[in-house]
């Protein structure tokens, strides 16, 4: 394999299980490689050897610098030179493996031995998900014919594939010291601690207000990108009266999940730091990936919906409103935020809601299993 970040350890002895072969794109952002990261550790950890093929891996050299045991990082160009196909192969989120990889998929299965061929999806809590998980797709043109791949949907409820969650994840969160050291700043005594994360359209002058924390002691963890080159702008005569504003280097993935435990309130996006949010416990509020046909207007309140569904229906109320607001959705009537207070107990409950369902690896894991 060609030399990318960060560095690959060897794969385990050639007597261990065939590798899996994970497909990332990086589209643009950070959540593609984040979440294949992520699943690449999980499997390896549970004793599937990973070679993780992605066309961009620059960012791993901050989310992950000493690579993973049992993780293997290929650079996927037109250079590569691949290997024959291991036991399961994983595109994330329709990113069609090179046509050379397939054509040898194509012989294995007419050898007698197909990959198990996946395409992970995107999160979402509408009702497709649940319609559409573990459906086959049989495929019918060349080189791919006589293959069939299989749709495999993260998602919130039972009939979902789940969200990652590696075993042990809880309790190592609420043992974890907080990382204010590799943050940089250490909270004062009665500051609300809140972490940003999000895209470069958000309201970040109506912060204060949006959240009723307007003159009240709030540290404000800026991560890098968007959110540290947006404040200026937004308060450009310094920070609001009683906040503190400090940017954030690249934190490593398992250093930004304590982070996210140690938060007052995170703000997050995309996909990965959402469920990382939904995983700490703690209050969050969610920057969704805009798209142009507005389509996300629907995957927010589908997620709203399932989220609030117990809650008492002010807190309910003021959830969706306060996500529609950050989100630059229309809202109406009269509104108050979130006590932070009642956004904790529901932050903590629909935790345990989710802990109850199998993670994804584990489902992947048993799918695999069924289907080889
Ligand atoms: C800020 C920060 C993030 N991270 C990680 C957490 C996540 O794995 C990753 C960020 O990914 P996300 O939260 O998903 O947000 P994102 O906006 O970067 O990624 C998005 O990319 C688009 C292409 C997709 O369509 C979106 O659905 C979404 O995945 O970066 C760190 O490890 N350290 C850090 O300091």
Redesign the pocket.
Known sequence: MPDAAPASPPLPSPTAPRPWDLFCRV??????I??CW?LAADLADRGQPVRLWVDDPG?LA??APGGHPGVRVGRWDAHTCWPAPGAVVVEAFGCDPPTEFVAAMDRQRAQGHPPVWINLE?LSAEDYVERSHRLPSPQWRPPAQGLVKWFFYPGFTPATGGLLREPGLLSRLAAAPPPWQQAGATPRPGETVVSL?C?PHAPLAELPTLLGLQSQPVLLLL??GAATRAWPQAWPDGPPPGWRVHP?P????PD?DRLLAACDLNL???????V?AQWAGRPMLWHI?AQDDGAHAAKLDAFLDLLTRDAPPALADAVRHLHHRWNGMPTGGVWAPPALQDWQTLARSWRSRLALQDDLTSQLLRFVTQSG
């Open positions: 589209i643009d952002n950070f959540g593609d984040g979440v992520r960012a901050w989310m995107y994360f895209y991560t890098p954030l690249w934190l490593t993935q930004f997050v996006r995309g996909e990965d730091s959402f990382r990936y």
